[in-house]
């Protein structure tokens, strides 16, 4: 049996992506591993979006061809949104790698691997709207939670963002097929789901012709043993009030939420394809905090976007001195091939973009600092994540903290946790940016 390790990079939507493929690997008679010095072949499994994420794949994708080149391995293929946005470029520039298929050849990924296993190169690039939305998963998570993804691509075509292009408009699953799959994570131990989607909020108008996320919100919150229901990638032009109404109602939704909003000056949203400026923003958070009290809004914004004025920047700043968000990442304006944007005129310095970016994070660290700080001597439930060997203390999180995104939970107690556990804790300090507490109960 030929054995197959895959570097999965990239957000939550492709790992979701990347654990479909290691399903159907299996079923194809291909046995997983988890270390690339005892595998046959190495899928690495890519991010496209940004010239970050580009560098990071090409990194892997390199590292993958000097394996095989020492012999260790027999193959290398290239999936994922690098693959799709730029096919036959990679063969072309790193001819050492074996396979490069688009996201629309996931479904055919186990005879793809059989033929590079044969010696056969393969450039395999159908329609993207031939992916898989649904199929059995090989979860790359812990134990207790696992991303829920309820629609691929995206329409919002916002000036920046490659998105489009490479995975197409946006098209939603249908309701049935995201509750079984919900049903049957929970089965298996799942308690807290991760709702993704490149525009969760926009759930269902392809399908249904009007947004459905909080009707399938109150779906998933009767399925027993899920606990956290945590709601990632909105848009605000759909944050409506129902569905802020039933984030305040119901107990399983963590009062968290992403919302990436870019800026908050209204012509540099323009420039973006955005709606909405400093004043519309602020009364939706305002109603968004006067509905859920204790609301935690994570969000990011860009700096340096082509035509971004001293005077468009400070209004961004005086925003976020405002509203004082929860979380918040802050990037410098990437110019993507392909997109709007980089063709637009007056584009910024690169050090002028990377120093308003380092303003906008370091005013974001202060507010932080006072916000961890506030939670000292309150009592929080966490979710254990697992036990951190080198500390020897437990990690967790709670409801403020998206896993691999946010900051966690140092956990004190003198008896033994389980992963996937909640556990009452008192809040008796900070370390750096996570909050230190002993359990209680």
């Known amino acids: 049996m030929s054995k197959i390790a895959m570097i999965g990079l990239g957000c939550p939507k492709n790992q979701v992506d990347g654990e479909m493929l290691l399903s159907r690997l299996i079923d194809g008679g291909f046995?997983?591993?988890?270390?690339l010095d005892v595998a046959d072949l190495v899928i690495i499994n890519t991010c496209g979006f940004i010239d970050d994420a580009k560098k990071e794949a090409i990194d892997n994708i390199l590292y993958a061809v000097s394996?095989?080149?020492?012999?260790?391995?027999?193959?290398?293929?290239?999936?994922?949104?690098l693959a799709e946005r730029y096919q036959q470029?990679?063969?072309?520039?790193?001819?050492?790698?074996?396979?490069?298929?688009?996201?629309?050849?996931?479904?055919?990924?186990?005879?793809?691997?059989?033929?590079?296993?044969?010696?056969?190169?393969?450039?395999?690039?159908?329609?993207?709207?031939?992916?898989?939305?649904?199929?059995?998963?090989?979860?790359?998570?812990?134990?207790?939670?696992?991303?829920?993804?309820?629609?691929?691509?995206c329409s919002n075509c916002c000036t920046?963002?490659?998105?489009?292009?490479?995975?197409?408009?946006?098209?939603?699953?249908?309701?049935?097929?995201?509750?079984?799959?919900?049903?049957?994570?929970?089965?298996?131990?799942?308690k807290e789901l991760i709702v993704v989607a490149q525009d969760t909020t926009r759930y269902g108008i392809d399908l249904y012709g009007e947004l459905k996320l909080p009707a399938l919100l109150r779906e998933l919150c009767r399925i027993n043993g899920i606990e956290w229901i945590r709601i990632l990638y909105c848009y605000p032009e759909c944050l409506t009030d129902e569905l802020i109404d039933v984030m305040?109602?119901?107990?399983?939704?963590?009062?968290?939420?992403?919302?990436?909003?870019?800026?908050?000056?209204?012509?540099?949203?323009?420039r973006m394809n955005r709606t909405g400026d400093e004043q519309s923003l602020t009364e939706l958070i305002s109603k968004l905090r006067a509905k859920i009290p204790d609301v935690v809004i994570r969000t990011t914004f860009i700096t340096g976007f082509p035509g971004e004025s001293e005077e468009n920047f400070e209004t961004l700043s005086r925003f976020i001195n405002n509203i004082k968000f929860d979380r918040l990442g802050c990037f410098a304006y990437s110019p993507e091939e392909g997109t709007f944007a980089a063709k637009?005129?007056?584009?910024?310095?690169?050090?002028?973009?990377?120093?308003?970016?380092?303003?906008?994070?370091?005013?974001?660290?202060?507010?932080?600092?006072?916000?961890?700080?506030?939670?000292?001597?309150?009592?929080?439930?966490?979710?254990?994540?697992?036990?951190?060997?080198?500390?020897?203390?437990?990690?967790?999180?709670?409801?403020?903290?998206?896993?691999?995104?946010?900051?966690?939970?140092?956990?004190?107690?003198?008896?033994?946790?389980?992963?996937?556990?909640?556990?009452?804790?008192?809040?008796?300090?900070?370390?750096?940016?996570?909050?230190?507490?002993?359990?209680?109960?």
Do not use: W
């Open 248 to 270: 305040a109602s119901e107990d399983k939704i963590c009062n968290y939420i992403d919302l990436p909003l870019q800026h908050a000056d209204g012509d540099v949203l323009k």
């Open 160 to 190: 920046y963002c490659a998105i489009p292009s490479i995975r197409g408009k946006f098209r939603s699953r249908e309701i049935e097929n995201i509750l079984e799959e919900a049903n049957s994570l929970a089965i298996n131990g799942i």
């Open 344 to 441: 637009m005129g007056n584009q910024i310095d690169d050090e002028i973009k990377a120093h308003r970016s380092e303003i906008i994070m370091q005013q974001q660290y202060e507010i932080f600092a006072g916000k961890q700080e506030s939670r000292v001597g309150t009592v929080m439930t966490a979710i254990v994540d697992g036990f951190d060997d080198d500390n020897m203390l437990y990690m967790g999180r709670t409801y403020m903290d998206a896993p691999e995104i946010d900051s966690s939970v140092i956990i004190s107690t003198e008896n033994e946790l389980e992963a996937g556990q909640f556990v009452k804790i008192k809040i008796l300090g900070v370390d750096d940016c996570d909050l230190v507490g002993e359990v209680i109960d």
């Open 67 to 81: 394996l095989k080149d020492e012999g260790m391995i027999k193959g290398v293929v290239v999936t994922g949104c």
């Open 31 to 35: 046995d997983i591993v988890g270390d």
């Open 89 to 153: 470029e990679i063969l072309n520039e790193i001819p050492e790698v074996d396979a490069v298929v688009g996201i629309g050849a996931n479904g055919e990924i186990a005879e793809i691997c059989r033929k590079v296993l044969e010696g056969n190169t393969v450039a395999e690039f159908p329609s993207k709207y031939c992916m898989p939305l649904e199929g059995d998963r090989i979860l790359s998570t812990p134990p207790h939670y696992a991303y829920l993804k309820i629609a691929e691509g």
